[in-house]
C-alpha cells in the first residue's frame, strides 16, 4: 500500500475515498489528525479493531480512542451524558480532547478492552473529518508500534510499519502531543493524560473542579495506559531545566528550544525545538526519532509546567523512565 499525499485544507476525495474502502472491507488505514496520526478501523467492527491491536503489537487491555465526526454520534457510543460534558463538547470539539464516558451497548469489548468506559474525540483534522464521515466512528490509537514515539509524520508511521499499510499523508500534524483524556463520569472530573486541552480551560468550559489524575502509576491504573512505558525512543534519554548538568566532556545530543543552541553547538548534536513551548510540543516526537538515529546519550529540556507544557513534560519524563 502506498503513501498517499494530499492537501490537508482540501481533502483529495479520490484517496478518502480509497481509504474509506479498506475500511468498510475490514481493514486498517493510518491517517493524519491535528494531534498525532491515528490508526484507524470501524469502531464497531470487533474484527476490524482487532487487526489494529495485532498491527501494534499493543496489549489487549489497553483500550482505544473512538472518533466521531457530528455529536449526535455520542449517544450511539454513550449513555449518561452530564450536560456539563455537553458544553464542553460544544464548545471544545473538533479538538484535541478525549472524553470518557459510560459506553454503550453496541461499542464492541475490543475497543474498550472491556471497560465500563469509553473514550469519544472529534478530530480537529479535515481528512480524519471526512474519513468518519463517510465510513462511521473509527477507533483508533496513534500509528507507532507499541511503546514507540507517536508520529507526527506520514514517514514516521512508515518507519513503524512499512509497505503493508495504506498511509494517507497531510504534512506534519499541528499540535504534535497526543489529546487530553479526561473522564467525566465523577466530579471532579480526572484528566488521565494532559494535551492541549488545559486543566484550567477544562474547569472554565464546564464549570466542574478537574484534577490531573497523570503520571507513571504501578498496578491497576485507571487508565490503561497510564501504566506502560510509552513514547520510548530506544536511546539514553536524560532531562535537563538548567544547560549547566548537561556534559561537556563527551558527545551528546540537545534536545532543547533554539535559544539555548550557542551554549551547546560547540559539543553536542543540537535539535532545535523551535522558540517556543507549542513548537516544543509539536516537534518533540520528531527530535527523539532523529536522536535515536545519532545514537549518543540524549539531554531533553524541560518546559514551564503550564499550558501544554504540562503535556510536553509528562511525555518526555515518561519517554525518560527506566525500563
Ligand atoms: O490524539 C490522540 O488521542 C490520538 C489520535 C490518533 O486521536 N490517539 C491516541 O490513542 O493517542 P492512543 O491509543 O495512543 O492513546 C489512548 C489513550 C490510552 O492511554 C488509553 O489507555 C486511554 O487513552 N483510554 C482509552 N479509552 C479509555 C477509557 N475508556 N478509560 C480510560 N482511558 C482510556
Ligand atoms: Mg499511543
Known sequence: MPILKLDSLEPDTEAIRLAASVLVKGGVVAFPTETVYGLGALALCESC???????????????LIVHIAEIGQVDELATHVP??????????????????????????????????????????H???????????????PSANKSGRPSPTTAEHVFEDFGEELLILDAGPTAVGLESTVVDVRTVPWRIYRPGAVTRELLEEV??????????????????????????????????????????????????ALEHLKKYFSSHA???????????????????????????????VQLMEEEGIGVAYNERVRRAAAKR
Open 49 to 63: 479493531v482487532r487487526k489494529i491491536f495485532e498491527l501494534k503489537g499493543r496489549p489487549a487491555d489497553n483500550p
Open 83 to 124: 450536560a456539563a460534558a455537553r458544553k464542553v463538547m460544544e464548545r471544545l470539539w473538533p479538538g484535541p480532547l478525549s472524553i470518557v464516558l459510560d459506553v454503550a451497548q453496541s461499542v464492541p469489548k475490543v475497543v474498550t478492552a472491556g471497560l465500563e468506559s469509553v473514550a469519544l474525540r472529534m478530530p480537529a
Open 126 to 140: 479535515p481528512v480524519a473529518l471526512e474519513l468518519i464521515k463517510a465510513v462511521g466512528p473509527i477507533a483508533a
Open 206 to 255: 464546564g464549570q466542574v473542579p478537574v484534577t490531573l489524575a497523570a503520571g507513571v502509576i504501578e498496578g491497576a491504573a485507571p487508565s490503561p495506559g497510564m501504566k506502560y512505558k510509552h513514547y520510548s525512543p530506544d536511546v539514553e534519554l536524560h532531562l535537563f531545566c538548567d544547560a549547566e548538568v548537561v556534559p561537556k566532556d563527551q558527545p551528546v545530543t540537545v534536545i
Open 269 to 299: 548534536y543540537f535539535i532545535s525545538l523551535g522558540d517556543s513551548t507549542l513548537s516544543a510540543a509539536a516537534r518533540i516526537y520528531m527530535a527523539l526519532r532523529q536522536a535515536e538515529r545519532f545514537g549518543l546519550p540524549t539531554y
